[in-house]
């Protein structure tokens, strides 16, 4: 390649990759050490970080794409990507090219294993199904049709779950999964739980949670503490706070809400927040029931402790 496109696409893993809190990606080196039980050498080590910066990769261009789409201003405290002067729509290219580098790192180093395909198919699938979430989530709502009666719980968990918690809480551990070579005994043994299946079921419900502690942070939090300037109000997101203030607020509260959530103007974002404000907190706290033994609680409970009660 030309240095000059060698160059842009150092400059874009460099901006849009490692600027989070890459829980994503240390969540399966973390899962990968409980499941083996002990201290991982160099090389176990070396392929579960591998994994984890192919998630870290995912979760770059998924935040490229959708800045563009959000018309954002910030992510993780600096211009969204689209914003830099000499980027604008090469954005779009650019996300492709994040996500096109994970496929570049597990042929690289994970061909000669026994589950590389189970790898490539998991990636491939997990990102079919977060896409299908931001689709449901854009049609839902969209910017230039504001109308709340389209809100639901149940909208919003459809959209929470495909389009966060498979990719952000299933996906590390069943990469760290596959690489300990825990089988699914669902093809195996019908009478067996299948860990997989008992993975997801957890894991699910902790992203639902992440993702309604995100939505109350996009309205409450300052840039300095969330590292973006949140966008939902004005982007008319069907969001875990509208939808709380939709379900108790009263007429008068509900009529501020129809004539000013969804619109690009911050006096009527701040009138929107003077509402939410006046809501009654809603205290979420999720419970699991007791799994079979199949898979180490610690995997599970790593991930809860990450996300309890987090301020950004």
Same mark, same amino acid.
């Given at each position: 390649?030309?240095?000059?496109?060698?160059?842009?696409?150092?400059?874009?893993?460099?901006?849009?990759?490692?600027?989070?809190?890459?829980?994503?990606?240390?969540?399966?080196?973390?899962?990968?050490?409980?499941?083996?039980?002990?201290?991982?050498?160099?090389?176990?080590?070396?392929?579960?970080? !591998?994994?984890?910066?192919?998630?870290?990769? #995912?979760?770059?261009? =998924?935040?490229?794409? /959708? %800045?563009?789409? @959000?018309? +954002?201003?910030?992510?993780?405290?600096?211009?969204?990507?689209?914003?830099?002067?000499?980027?604008?729509?090469?954005?779009?290219?650019?996300?492709?090219?994040?996500?096109?580098?994970?496929?570049?790192?597990?042929?690289?180093?994970?061909?000669?294993?026994?589950?590389?395909?189970?790898?490539?198919?998991?990636?491939?699938?997990?990102?079919?199904?977060?896409?299908?979430?931001?689709?449901?989530?854009?049609?839902?709502?969209?910017?230039?049709?504001?109308?709340?009666?389209?809100?639901?719980?149940?909208?919003?968990?459809?959209?929470?779950?495909?389009?966060?918690?498979?990719?952000?809480?299933?996906?590390?551990?069943?990469?760290?999964?596959?690489?300990?070579?825990?089988?699914?005994?669902?093809?195996?043994?019908?009478?067996?739980?299948?860990?997989?299946? !008992?993975?997801?079921?957890?894991?699910?419900? #902790?992203?639902?949670? =992440?993702?309604?502690? /995100? %939505?109350?942070? @996009?309205? +409450?939090?300052?840039?300095?503490?969330?590292?973006?300037?949140?966008?939902?109000?004005?982007?008319?997101?069907?969001?875990?706070?509208?939808?709380?203030?939709?379900?108790?607020?009263?007429?008068?509260?509900?009529?501020?809400?129809?004539?000013?959530?969804?619109?690009?103007?911050?006096?009527?974002?701040?009138?929107?927040?003077?509402?939410?404000?006046?809501?009654?907190?809603?205290?979420?706290?999720?419970?699991?029931?007791?799994?079979?033994?199949?898979?180490?609680?610690?995997?599970?409970?790593?991930?809860?402790?990450?996300?309890?009660?987090?301020?950004?």
């Amino acid at each position: 390649m030309p240095i000059e496109a060698r160059e842009w696409y150092k400059r874009n893993l460099d901006y849009n990759v490692p600027g989070g809190k890459l829980n994503r990606g240390m969540s399966v080196v973390d899962s990968v050490e409980i499941l083996r039980g002990r201290i991982l050498n160099d090389d176990e080590y070396f392929k579960a970080a !591998i994994l984890g910066w192919c998630i870290e990769l #995912l979760q770059a261009s =998924f935040l490229v794409a /959708d %800045d563009i789409m @959000d018309q +954002s201003i910030t992510r993780r405290g600096q211009p969204c990507w689209y914003k830099n002067g000499d980027v604008g729509n090469i954005a779009i290219n650019d996300a492709m090219m994040l996500e096109a580098a994970i496929y570049h790192l597990l042929k690289s180093h994970f061909r000669k294993e026994s589950y590389y395909v189970d790898l490539l198919e998991l990636f491939h699938e997990i990102t079919h199904l977060t896409e299908m979430g931001q689709l449901v989530d854009l049609i839902t709502a969209p910017e230039h049709e504001v109308d709340l009666n389209k809100f639901s719980l149940e909208k919003h968990q459809f959209i929470v779950i495909y389009k966060t918690a498979y990719y952000s809480f299933y996906l590390p551990v069943a990469l760290a999964m596959y690489m300990t070579r825990i089988p699914s005994t669902y093809t195996l043994n019908y009478s067996t739980p299948d860990p997989y299946k !008992i993975a997801l079921d957890i894991l699910l419900p #902790l992203g639902e949670y =992440f993702q309604i502690q /995100d %939505d109350f942070l @996009d309205y +409450s939090g300052t840039p300095e503490q969330i590292g973006k300037i949140g966008t939902d109000i004005i982007d008319n997101k069907c969001s875990w706070c509208i939808i709380t203030a939709l379900t108790i607020a009263s007429p008068a509260q509900r009529k501020v809400l129809d004539e000013n959530y969804g619109q690009k103007d911050t006096t009527k974002e701040a009138k929107v927040k003077v509402v939410f404000k006046e809501i009654p907190d809603v205290k979420v706290t999720p419970t699991y029931d007791d799994e079979p033994a199949v898979l180490q609680r610690q995997v599970f409970k790593t991930f809860l402790d990450k996300i309890y009660k987090r301020t950004k």
